[in-house]
């Protein structure tokens, strides 16, 4: 297929929305960069953008109605997945489509398609929808386990429960955040596991499928903290691995990178965890671990561009600046001292208000070795921080 220049609507303008919106630019397209706010991070580098609510499907008719995108390229979980379909019907191109869409945006969707239809290794799960059917659903798994929102993101209502007294906090936590308007949440057993890791996978158009270097990853309250790259896996765990996000993306089909999740359990055992269809938050390392970031990559799949073998620079990290409080007007300061420091660099997001962990920017490293990479990329994150904006002086 000959290229040409693409009108892409981008549901979802966070910072992982931005950076695609960069990769897309470089190769020539439009891109309209759509969020439930204004001035998002990705609608100030786009070539325009809109404020509606993604839930809301005569909204999104309306958009689509007046930009005529040719890909719709959805960011993030809060979409009426329902118009995506009927998009697709119409003919309009849904990255991956509009099933993926829909499947991946809820966790039960997902969980029930690995689990039960691919037969995919997973932890025990049940749902609830009250919290009195989580409290039911805690024992049957045992304790501790852990309680998701079946729809959220970037771990938010996220928790582990450790004992019966703690089932009511974690429903009110998953309900406050929870994306949607499905009142619902997913218990899972809690797996002892020695490395979390997401498994960049690449679906072309003509249904090639290639890896990037596995990225391990740390959390604190269900939120990626620092990512690395390589992570160590056993030839035997990486071939594990690469086979079941090939099943689970081939079920899913279209083209793009997946975000794919796994747990390394304490008995070697892998584990399928998530997946997003779309570039992962703990793959922001590849901005700096290679020559394609995640956001190349995903356009180059999207576009039906060739995608070359990726070009590796050495052991890398990425670790989070957030915000510690409520902050209308925010900037991220202390850039100048991160930047001063050797095989480091910056992503500051350009959030325009801040909220308690609430992630600003990030910090990138290269070492010699993944111990000093982290060491390095934590050290230039903590040289910045989160305060409000601080009136210009007098000219």
Not at 287 to 306: C, K, N, T
Request: hydrophobic share 40%; charged share 25%.
């Amino acid at each position: 297929m000959k290229f040409r220049q693409h009108k892409v609507l981008l549901l979802g303008a966070g910072e992982l929305g931005k950076e695609l919106t960069i990769s897309l630019k470089r190769l020539g397209q439009t891109v309209i960069a759509v969020d439930r706010y204004e001035n998002a991070p990705a609608m100030q580098v786009a070539d325009g953008f809109e404020v509606i609510n993604m839930l809301d499907g005569e909204a999104l008719e309306a958009i689509v109605a007046r930009h005529k995108p040719d890909l719709i390229v959805p960011e993030i979980e809060a979409i009426r997945t329902a118009k995506l379909v009927e998009f697709e019907a119409r003919g309009f191109t849904v990255i991956p489509t509009a099933e993926a869409a829909h499947l991946t945006m809820n966790r039960n969707a997902i969980r029930d398609v690995a689990a039960q239809e691919l037969k995919l290794k997973t932890a025990r799960y049940f749902y609830a929808d009250s919290a009195e059917e989580l409290a039911t659903a805690c024992h049957k798994i045992g304790f501790p386990n852990v309680v998701k929102p079946v729809m959220s993101s970037s771990g938010k209502g996220q928790s582990v429960v450790r004992k019966s007294s703690e089932v009511e906090k974690a429903w009110n936590y998953a309900c406050d955040g929870m994306r949607g308007d499905q009142k619902r949440v997913i218990v899972e057993e809690f797996i002892e596991f020695d490395l979390e890791i997401t498994l960049l996978t690449i679906r072309t158009r003509d249904g090639k499928t290639s890896f990037v270097a596995p990225i391990g990853h740390r959390q604190e309250r269900g939120d990626y903290q620092e990512s690395w790259l390589p992570a160590k896996l056993s030839p035997t765990q990486l071939k594990k691995a690469q086979a079941i996000a090939k099943k689970v993306t081939n079920r899913l089909g279209g083209a793009g990178l997946f975000g794919v999740e796994f747990f390394i359990g304490r008995n070697g055992e892998v584990y399928f965890s998530e997946l997003s269809p779309r570039p992962h938050d703990t793959g922001m390392v590849t901005l700096i671990s290679q020559d394609l970031s995640e956001f190349d990559l995903h356009a180059r799949a999207i576009l039906g561009l060739p995608i070359p073998k990726v070009l590796y620079h050495g052991p890398s990290a990425s670790a989070v600046v957030l915000a510690n409080k409520e902050i209308p007007k925010a900037e991220v300061v202390g850039v100048e001292n991160a930047l001063a420091m050797q095989n480091v660099d910056v992503r500051v997001f350009g959030k325009p208000d801040a909220r308690p962990y609430r992630r600003m920017a990030v910090a990138l490293a290269r070492a010699k070795s993944i111990a000093a990479a982290r060491k390095l990329a934590k050290q230039a994150a903590d040289k910045m921080s989160v305060k409000p904006i601080s009136p210009k002086p007098n000219s």
